[in-house]
């Protein structure tokens, strides 16, 4: 239960999402983030929902492989970051595996100035809209985005007001919100 949001801006992509842990009808807010950089070059950045053990995994445990200043994006999330993840996340006991079919979590990829959401089959998503979200908030924080997808204001501001309508409306969403934000 969670919302993380994720926007393209012009040096690079931002990823928000909220602080709050969810269990059925409980809930409490964490200090742990569901949003972060990986590696030190500010290139890649993780918003996940799910499990928090799956965001500890990939955020204490994934060491990213290289990016080229000439690679494709999408051809390295598909081909080498989501094998090291899959791989991590089976040594330390994440994926289930039920009819021969791997499943994990979902979350969002931003890598240099592209936005993925990586399902729980492992498959990575790039949509057409500059913005993306996923978790039990993610209709209402689409749907904000599409609402100000013309308006003249920061990107920072419209995944704000995104994460605000998800926590309005969803009540596995709340907390403080927090933010990772990458460059190309």
Request: charged share 25%; proline share 4%; glycine share 12%.
């Amino acid at each position: 239960m969670t919302c993380i949001v994720g926007i393209k801006t012009p040096t690079g992509v931002l990823i928000g999402g909220d602080t709050q842990g969810s269990s059925g009808w409980d809930s409490r807010e964490r200090q742990d983030a569901k949003v972060f950089r990986l590696g030190t070059k500010r290139r890649l950045a993780v918003g996940f929902t799910s499990s928090y053990r799956m965001g500890q995994i990939l955020r204490f445990h994934l060491t990213p492989p290289e990016i080229h200043p000439d690679c494709d994006e999408y051809g390295w999330a598909v081909g080498d970051f989501v094998p090291a993840a899959r791989e991590v996340l089976k040594t330390h006991g994440y994926v289930k595996i039920e009819n021969s079919r791997e499943q994990s979590g979902t979350f969002l990829l931003a890598v240099r100035g592209r936005l993925f959401q990586v399902h729980d089959d492992l498959q990575v998503a790039e949509h057409a809209a500059p913005f993306d979200a996923c978790g039990c908030g993610e209709n209402y924080a689409i749907g904000a985005f599409h609402v100000l997808e013309g308006a003249k204001m920061a990107p920072r501001r419209k995944a704000q007001i995104a994460l605000e309508a998800a926590a309005r409306f969803s009540n596995g969403v709340g907390g403080r919100f927090m933010f990772a934000e990458t460059t190309t």
